[in-house]
């Protein structure tokens, strides 16, 4: 009987050893940081990789330094003429190293900063933002909203996390709103393609009447040059009988020799009583 129970004894004494032996060691990973507990009082911090502490006196809570992202599907919000949105974002942030014995004494762990601070302030401030835009501005300036958004969650989150991103996946506005604006949207290509056959239209008569002038041009340049042909023709024309009439003046025989020179040698066939025989000179 005395046996068994130094059997027994000895196997306590064992398990209470190899107890001792496992709970001196700890280990962290890479992306976490250790708070390191004495008897519930924080007594410092544990880096990644494998440390030692006091069994059953000493405990590590391991806290991510990871990005965290938590997403807001049903945020309501007014805009600045009065319409109403339903948004859907998203917040990516981490802890630093550095803060997290500041996180764990504040607020305990990642999921009590993420419900006491930031999902307290994000959906607040995406509404104040958004009430500062219109419709339509909020959606044709969306790059702007989401930077503003982002600076506004910045500003109001302070505590041991730091915010990396902000998203904003989706706005969704009424039925009766998306309608309108669908509607504005198509009057908007209509002006825009009547401004456009407005001006091919002017590209057009612009075009006719260049073309127009052109062979207008091209016409008075014709009837100008016609015009420049015929007086040159005339004054040719009455040049030369000028000179020709000049040179019969100064010269009589010259008559009496063209008709010699046409005269086919026969004498007429009918002749009219006293009339002068042609070509015969009856003085010589």
Excluded: C
Excluded at 29 to 51: C, M, Y
Excluded at 85 to 103: D, G, M, Q, R, Y
């Amino acid at each position: 009987m005395r046996i068994e129970i130094k059997l027994v004894l000895l196997a306590i004494v064992a398990v209470f050893a190899l107890m001792l032996v496992l709970g001196s060691w700890y280990t962290v990973d890479q992306g976490e940081r250790g708070v390191h507990l004495r008897n519930g009082a924080v007594v410092g911090s544990a880096e990644p990789g494998l440390g030692m502490k006091v069994p059953f006196v000493d405990t590590i809570k391991k806290i991510s330094t990871q990005n965290l992202t938590v997403q807001y599907t049903g945020v309501q919000a007014y805009s600045k003429d009065q319409q109403t949105a339903t948004i859907k974002a998203s917040v990516s942030f981490h802890v630093p190293p550095t803060e997290v014995v500041a996180l764990y004494t504040e607020y305990g762990s990642i999921e009590g900063i993420t419900n006491r601070l930031v999902d307290r302030q994000v959906p607040t401030q995406i509404e104040n933002v958004f009430g500062q835009y219109t419709a339509i501005s909020a959606v044709q300036s969306r790059v702007l909203f989401v930077q503003d958004v982002t600076n506004a969650i910045r500003k109001a989150v302070v505590g041991p996390i730091v915010i990396d991103s902000v998203q904003i996946e989706n706005i969704d506005f009424s039925d009766a709103y998306e309608k309108s604006i669908e509607l504005r949207m198509q009057a908007e290509v209509l002006v825009q393609t009547e401004k456009q056959n407005l001006e091919k239209e002017k590209v057009n008569a612009e075009i006719a009447v260049t073309k127009a002038k052109g062979e207008a041009d091209s016409n008075l340049a014709r009837a100008r040059a016609e015009a420049e042909s015929t007086r040159l023709r005339g004054e040719a024309e009455a040049t030369a009988i000028k000179a020709k009439a000049s040179a019969l003046a100064q010269n009589l025989n010259l008559i009496e020799l063209t008709k010699a020179e046409r005269w086919n040698g026969q004498l007429p066939s009918t002749m009219i009583p006293n009339a002068t025989i042609p070509f015969l000179n009856a003085n010589k």
